[in-house]
């Protein structure tokens, strides 16, 4: 069975389609949108499974919104296919309105030098965190698809720095399409960066894939880098349970300070 942010295939190999399912959708009632991280996956996917290559790294640019029970179409190009790298594109768009586009490099080569270097902090496993609660509760949404643990701050560590564990409620299994929905989560590290309500509206979600492992939950080491003329700016590294560097993700984004 697919995955839930896979795209449909079509007579035309390089178009694919995604029906803008409630389950993809994230927002308060009335004003649900498709969330960024689905649409990157699904553009991801199409793109991988049109050229055969796995991602390496995917930049997107959310442009405009796609509301529930539309149809996304995503057309991919490939402009270039070399020996071991294909650099591909997306248009993803609701009918003549485009919704994203997204540039990335698709491939593989044999391994030279294999080195991790950034280190898995040292932190409680999610079954001693508590469970983190959404703004917009709806269990039929996007987050009721994925539960969230908080990784508590200790007093020392670096402003505007967070961590949480985040798994896929269905075991999805683990793929450059699901690391693209659960990058779009940098956002989240507003809230404590700020000490207050607050998230982002994303410009843009750049991913890069440092390997696929199989593992249950995510843990997500964000940190906001900075706040300024009413944008926000944050990464991302997300590592598997053993400490494996699965990708690192980037995003600016409009703030937005809620109520309450």
Request: glycine share 10%; aromatic share 6%; hydrophobic share 40%.
């Amino acid at each position: 069975m697919d995955a839930f942010y896979a795209p449909q295939a079509t007579h035309n190999p390089l178009r694919w389609v995604l029906p803008v399912a409630r389950g993809l959708c994230v927002g308060p009632p009335g004003r649900q949108f498709l969330f960024g991280g689905v649409g990157l996956a699904a553009s991801v996917t199409a793109m991988e499974r049109s050229t055969g290559r796995p991602l390496i790294w995917a930049t997107a640019q959310y442009l405009s919104y796609a509301n529930p029970d539309a149809m996304l179409d995503i057309d991919v190009a490939t402009p270039v296919a070399g020996n071991s790298v294909t650099q591909a594109r997306v248009v993803g768009h609701v009918g003549e309105r485009e919704i994203v586009t997204v540039n990335a490099a698709l491939g593989q080569r044999d391994e030279l030098h294999s080195r991790q270097f950034a280190v898995m902090p040292s932190v409680p496993r999610p079954d001693a965190c508590d469970p983190i609660e959404h703004a917009h509760r709806d269990p039929d949404g996007l987050h009721g698809r994925f539960e969230h643990r908080a990784i508590p701050r200790h007093p020392g560590e670096d402003e505007g720095r967070s961590r949480q564990w985040i798994r896929c409620r269905s075991g999805c299994a683990m793929s450059s399409g699901l690391l693209a929905v659960i990058a779009d989560y940098v956002p989240a590290g507003i809230r404590t960066a700020l000490a207050q309500p607050a998230g982002a509206n994303s410009l843009d979600n750049t991913l890069r894939i440092i390997r696929i492992r199989p593992t249950e939950w995510v843990l997500c080491d964000t940190q906001i880098f900075a706040v300024a003329a009413g944008f926000v700016h944050g990464r991302m590294h997300l590592f598997s349970e053993d400490g494996e560097l699965l990708a690192t993700a980037s995003q600016s984004g409009i703030l937005r300070v809620f109520d309450g």
